[in-house]
């Protein structure tokens, strides 16, 4: 098994054992859902609202769960054994495939509560195309806290500091898919009106993981 | 540099800014035939300046022949006493018009005569405020360089961990942080004046937001930490690299895309491709205005590289003080 296989199952385990990071992040998701549904009660919510509620509650539910990547594995002072035992570049891996797969499972679960709460107004209209951005938009946000959360773990006052500093980052991606998610519940054949999007998307991603890969190894050595 | 240490090099950069603000405010602006008929019809103003050059007089008519910009042949009704103190038949004017809507004839208000390389060409729409394409449009174009530059320190630090490209990254950023802010701001005025109000959350109002925000998180990063310097220079430089990965995608893409008041969105304007910024990467305008406007890119630039010169001697300062405590 190589090593970032390791981390990988690592988190994993802590994860099935704590249900921490999953169950903030449904959490935060159904919290948002209810004070958006309580304020809005037979209200007609148009795509673009849509769109950005879920792109809000997706952006902060990885806020509280993703963060916790690095900044946990500071706190239970694991990280110089983790140090020790795996390269900069499998433990980066091995985070980056954890997030993404964490992101990947809120933005289904925030789809499925989308789907279940906002039955009436919440139609989507180009599947694949909906399901495109919204990956790709996880993908992204995954990338972007673990390398920004391995930098905060590496400060010492880390609570508040990373909705502060990843907030900004994201937004050009948060943009481009809340813009494409409102194409793809509005028309059927989205395709024309999301390429852009999805272009920016696919190559903002691009561009982050390569970034992230190169630039770990600098925060994690001390 | 020591350049930037010089008093001639100050005083030539602060004259040459002065004269430039001067061109950029006094150099007449002149429009075209069509944009006077056009903009009376409209009713958005009865008078226009219009750039022409005088063909002939007749003095029984008093009626001038005029060459506009567009290779146009129009009519304006003058006085002798104009034609005879102020034109003269080949001379290049730059006359006030008001066109007269009943009888579509256009009536001199008042001439003057320039030189025709001098003169800025009139904007549909924009008009006198088509001037502050030299000061909006530069400022952001060197707010992108001096964080291109910030960046460029941040990974030579990386590199050769020596402290003062940290100190240059930081400096670099700050100017960039400034220059983002001026053009924040001549671009609200401008935003005021166009389309009514200071703030419209148009795409690239937005993404300058965003950028306001990334490098103040930048700097916020940097104050909050309590690192040693090591530690907290190379967390501000992996910062940096990746605040500037988004750089291109708000102040390139986005902003392209998108729909917007801004010239060059995705809707594109009215009667063919924005004179600037565009998809096609072509430059439609004016030769005059768009090399006073490099002229304002240049000087800015060295605007950028003086304050960062200054408060990067500032932050070696600093260091050397708390060095010695």
Redesign the interface.
């Known amino acids: 098994m190589s090593s970032w296989q390791g981390v990988l199952r690592k988190d994993l385990a802590i994860e099935f054992r704590t249900r921490y990071g999953l169950s903030a992040v449904i959490m935060f998701l159904l919290i948002t859902v209810a004070v958006i549904l309580y304020s809005t009660p037979g209200e007609q919510l148009q795509p673009s609202i849509l769109s950005a509620l879920m792109w809000i509650a997706l952006f902060f539910g990885a806020m509280t769960g993703l963060s916790r990547s690095f900044i946990a594995e500071e706190e239970r002072g694991t990280s110089l054994l983790l140090r020790l035992y795996a390269s900069g570049e499998s433990v980066f891996l091995g985070k980056l495939v954890y997030n993404v797969g964490l992101m990947l499972t809120l933005a289904a679960s925030a789809l499925l509560f989308f789907e279940f709460f906002f039955a009436r107004d919440f139609h989507i209209r180009d599947w694949p195309m909906f399901l495109l951005q919204l990956s790709l938009g996880a993908i992204g946000v995954a990338a ?1 806290s673990t ?2 959360s391995a ?1 905060i773990g ?4 880390k609570g508040a ?1 990373l909705p ?2 990843a ?3 994201l ?2 991606l948060v ?2 898919a809340t ?1 494409a998610m409102r194409i793809t519940l509005e028309v059927s054949n989205a395709w024309d009106g999301v390429r ?2 999805i272009l ?1 998307l696919v ?2 991603d691009m ?2 993981v390569l ?2 890969y190169v ?1 770990f190894d ?2 994690w050595r001390d | 540099m020591k350049l930037f240490r010089s008093n001639i090099f100050l005083w030539c950069l602060g004259i040459a800014l002065a004269i430039q603000v001067y061109i950029a405010f006094e150099t007449p602006i002149g429009g075209s035939f069509s944009d006077a008929k056009m903009l009376a019809m409209n009713g958005v103003q009865d008078v226009t300046p219009i750039k022409a050059t005088l063909l002939s007089y007749d003095p029984v008519t008093k009626l001038g022949r005029f060459r506009d910009l567009y290779d146009d042949t129009g009519h304006v009704v003058m006085s002798d006493k104009a034609y005879a103190t102020k034109a003269a038949v080949g001379d290049v004017l730059v006359m006030s018009v008001a066109y007269d809507k009943q009888t579509a004839t256009n009536n001199l208000v008042d001439l003057i005569r320039v030189n025709p390389m001098m003169t800025f060409p009139m904007i549909q729409g924009l008009g006198e405020l088509g001037r502050n394409m030299l000061f909006h449009v530069p400022m952001s174009m060197v707010a992108f360089i001096a964080f291109l530059m910030g960046t460029i320190y941040s990974i030579l630090y990386l590199i050769k961990k020596d402290f003062d490209y940290d100190r240059r990254a930081r400096a670099s950023s700050a100017a960039g942080l400034l220059f983002t802010a001026l053009a924040t701001i001549t671009g609200s005025i401008w935003a005021r004046f166009s389309w009514g109000t200071f703030w419209n959350w148009d795409p690239r109002e937005t993404s300058i937001f965003i950028l306001l925000l990334i490098y103040g998180a930048y700097f916020m990063l940097r104050s909050l930490l309590e690192e040693s310097e090591d530690k907290k220079a190379r967390i501000a430089a992996v910062y940096n690299i990746i605040a500037f990965v988004t750089v291109p995608f708000l102040m390139f893409i986005l902003p392209r895309i998108t729909q917007s008041l801004h010239p060059g969105g995705g809707g594109g304007m009215a009667g063919g491709e924005a004179p600037i910024i565009n998809l096609s990467g072509k430059v439609h305008t004016d030769r005059t205005l768009l090399n006073m406007h490099w002229v304002s890119v240049f000087l800015f630039l060295f605007v950028f590289l003086w304050l960062k010169d200054v408060y990067t001697r500032i932050l070696r300062l600093q260091d050397k003080q708390t060095e010695e405590n």
Do not use: E, Y
Not at chain 1, 154 to 157: F, G, H, K, L, T
């Open positions: 972007v390398i920004l930098l590496r400060a010492s006052q500091l502060i500093v907030l900004p980052v937004m050009p943009i481009a813009d852009g999007d920016i190559s903002f561009a982050m970034v992230s630039l600098v925060i």
